[in-house]
């Protein structure tokens, strides 16, 4: 049994491992750049470069801002580098702010601090940093205020409700800086929401998370983005990504990996026995993604023929009896 996922497992499976071992990777010490001349006393500083507030920098703000100020200046960032002063902040306040900076602000923060470092150590500018504009210093907005979503209304329902979404459109974990990840930070602080504020709507927040999926998506390499659709994996092909990851990190993919997540959604669907209408939005997602008809040997066409049948006998077939 196949769907359109087929074709996009191995990538998905390596773009998803990747990401566990930077996460899991501690951030790396500090060390002096290659002496290419004394250093001439700083006439700015990272705070005045880069429009970031290090209050908000956490972890693995910080870890994302050391590994690209390292990638554009050809060594690790010195002490006074915007990488330096993020390690610093986050040694105060791990987990960051309830509403941390997006990656493309951090991405470009970074590399507008290497062009600061290098000009003041007297180094060449890579041929990236040669390209790099400096962002203006006024604050970047969050996803959440982007697309209009009041935060202090979201709990942990509303939280799992976006993740799930997201995580759905984009076929990876949605990264730090999304719509899901702050609405997960959100919901830490009150489970419940804030005392006295309205929940979004379950449709603004459907809405909401999809267009956000497409933000991410668009600002990622594009040969990085894994489509990978949760609602319609078969169980063949969550065990071999399962498999894939494995190989790739060497250990069993941990909760929260991608592998983790196709295997609860298919153990989930399987458990439901196959309505019309589930049978019905299997085959839209299927037929939208491939671009025409699924063939027969596809998930949707399987969950067709069972919800036809558990429909004239009033029978309770499932995708997973059927090996789906």
């Known amino acids: 049994m196949t769907s359109s996922n087929t074709p996009f497992l191995e990538k998905a499976a390596y773009v998803d491992a990747v990401r566990i071992l930077q996460d899991t990777e501690p951030l790396p010490p500090l060390e002096p750049p290659p002496a290419l001349k004394p250093p001439t006393p700083p006439r700015t500083t990272a705070s005045t470069t880069a429009s970031i507030d290090l209050d908000s920098i956490g972890e693995a703000e910080a870890r994302k801002i050391v590994s690209e100020e390292h990638r554009a200046l050809g ?4 002490e006074g580098s915007l990488a330096a002063q993020a390690q610093s902040a986050a040694a105060r306040h791990p987990e960051g702010s309830l509403i941390p900076p997006n990656e493309k602000a951090l991405a470009e923060a970074a590399e507008a601090d290497a062009v600061r470092v290098a000009g003041e150590l007297g180094g060449q500018p890579s041929y990236k940093m040669q390209h790099i504009t400096v962002p203006s210093k006024a604050r970047q907005l969050s996803a ?12 942990r329902n509303e939280a799992n409700q976006i993740m799930s979404e997201e995580h759905s459109e984009l ?36 809405k909401a998370a999809r267009e956000d999926a497409q933000r991410v998506a668009a600002e990622r390499e594009p040969d990085t983005v894994p489509c990978i659709n949760l609602h319609t994996i078969t169980k063949q092909e969550a065990q071999l990504l399962e498999s894939l990851e494995h190989k790739f ?11 983790a997540q196709a295997q609860v959604a298919v153990a989930r669907r399987g458990a439901q026995p196959v309505t019309k209408e589930l049978a019905a939005f299997l085959y839209s997602e299927e037929h939208r993604t491939l671009g025409y008809e699924p063939p ?23 995708l997973a009896e059927a090996g789906v």
């Open 75 to 78: 060594y690790r960032p010195p």
């Open 144 to 155: 959440a205020e982007t697309l209009g979503i009041d935060l202090r209304g979201v709990g």
């Open 171 to 206: 076929g990876f974990r949605p990264p730090a800086g999304s719509l899901a990840a702050e609405a997960q930070a959100a919901a830490a602080h009150h489970p419940q929401g804030e005392p006295g504020v309205e929940h979004p709507d379950p449709i603004t927040l459907v």
């Open 249 to 259: 990190l060497g250990y069993t993919p941990p909760s929260g990996s991608l592998a």
């Open 296 to 318: 027969s040997d596809n998930i949707a066409v399987i969950a067709q023929s069972l919800a036809d049948q558990n429909a004239a006998d009033g029978g309770s077939r499932t």
